[in-house]
């Protein structure tokens, strides 16, 4: 009997819930046993990266899809045929945005990864609250100048907390979540080759301002509880009427207060949304290639995706299992889905995971410097930081 080994990310309890009987699935009509190796979000990128350098990598792996070309570019994972594509795929079968991490900007002829789930981040907003300030959920959102508007609306009537922006244990979602903002203003992150960083654009560094702006709508009090409970707490609890994240920041806990969890509704983020999720890889150490191409054909079948998927909180990222009734009738999953339509992936080009990683860093200091000084000129310090993170990121790029 064979065997393989795989690596998935830890979503909590329900991860090896909603996989096992997956694996007990595959088991049964393969014949082949998978052994699984959690791995925590938090040191992802880290974890693969070491199976990469030291040649101890599993057989399939679940990869962020931002991660994914620094992987390439390290050598360390086994290209797809055009046989076996075409044997799991077809032509427009998955979401744009989420093919294009599969392969390297510009390179479209060597695939390297399958896409598997979906997602993209969102505003949770309370009706409650918009209503009381006389908006109107179906504009509120409609562009980032109305979201600055919507923002000041609700800060008018007291709101502590108007909006709230991810920061603590959330720098991944703010860089997420900030992207809409350099995209629409005509900014970016790199250059088409991968070489130079674009963030010092007077047209990036508007949209970074008008993200952070959001911000100074929140009262004193209001950004103490947001440094101390972050988006997820400050919204479940009742300090917040937006939060800014992707399905997750609707899921209940005991720390939820199920009046205010009533009144929670979704809608797309304005302007351009980042599109991200996950793929799965063949690791170019694996012995077990054919076992290992039959688990990935399994996993990203259209079922295997549906149903993982809603235990890992995620969409499918095959288009046609989009159109389920499930989906259809669910008007959060409704807001995913036109987001992820209308998204873009950040750029796949060689040591982007160096760059994720910096701007996160950087960005995290942007919002703890706001947080203790709310008086600070903005603009000076997203020049000071991001200028200076962009300086050492573009040397490190022009050598690699």
């Known amino acids: ?66 991660w994914t070309s620094d992987l390439i570019a390290m050598n360390a994972l086994r290209p797809f045929s055009p046989n076996e594509i075409e044997s799991m795929t077809q032509v427009g079968d998955f979401l744009p945005a989420a093919w294009e991490s599969t392969h390297l900007a510009g390179k479209t002829d060597t695939v390297w990864s399958i896409p598997w789930l979906a997602e993209s981040i969102l505003v949770h907003y309370r ?14 959102f409609s562009t980032l100048s109305q979201f600055q508007k ?53 047209e990036a560094y508007n949209g970074m301002e008008a993200f952070f702006n959001l911000l100074k709508t929140a009262t004193v009090e209001g950004l103490q509880l947001l440094d101390s409970l972050d988006v997820y707490g400050a919204l479940h609890q009742g300090y917040a009427a937006i939060g800014l994240g992707a399905l997750w920041l609707r899921n209940r806990t005991e720390a939820t207060r199920p009046e205010i969890y ?52 995620m969409l499918p990222t095959r288009i046609k299992t989009l159109n389920l009734e499930d989906y259809q009738s669910d008007p959060a999953a409704q807001a995913m889905i036109e987001s992820l339509k209308a998204g873009r992936p950040f750029p796949s080009v060689p040591l982007w995971g160096i760059v994720e990683d910096r701007l996160k860093m950087a960005l995290y200091q942007v919002w703890m410097s706001f947080m203790r000084n709310p008086n600070l000129n903005l603009r000076e310090t997203l020049e000071q930081i991001i200028g200076q993170t962009a300086k050492q990121l573009s040397l490190t790029l022009s050598q690699g």
């Open 1 to 66: 009997m064979a065997e393989l080994n795989l690596s998935i990310m830890d979503r909590g309890p329900d991860t090896m819930t909603y996989l096992k009987p997956l694996l007990d699935q595959f088991y049964h009509q393969q014949n082949i046993r998978v052994n699984v190796n959690l791995i925590g979000w938090q040191n992802g990128r880290s974890e693969l990266v070491r199976y990469a350098i030291y040649h101890n990598s599993p057989d399939v792996s679940e990869v962020g899809t931002t």
């Open 127 to 140: 009706k409650d609250l918009l209503a009381k300030a006389g908006l109107d959920p179906s504009t509120a």
């Open 150 to 202: 919507t923002a000041e609306a609700l800060q008018a009537i007291g709101i502590p907390i108007p909006v709230a922006l991810p920061g603590k244990n959330s720098n991944t979602v703010l860089l997420q979540a900030l992207a809409s903002w350099i995209w629409r203003f005509g900014g970016d992150f790199v250059s088409t080759d991968g070489k130079k960083i674009l963030l010092t654009s007077p």
């Open 262 to 313: 009533e009144q929670l509704a979704t809608a797309r983020i304005p302007g351009i949304p980042f599109v991200g999720g996950s793929n799965l890889v063949i690791w170019r150490e694996s012995r077990r290639e054919q076992a290992a191409l039959e688990l990935v054909r399994f996993l990203t079948s259209p079922a295997s995706q549906i149903y993982y998927g809603r235990g890992a909180g």
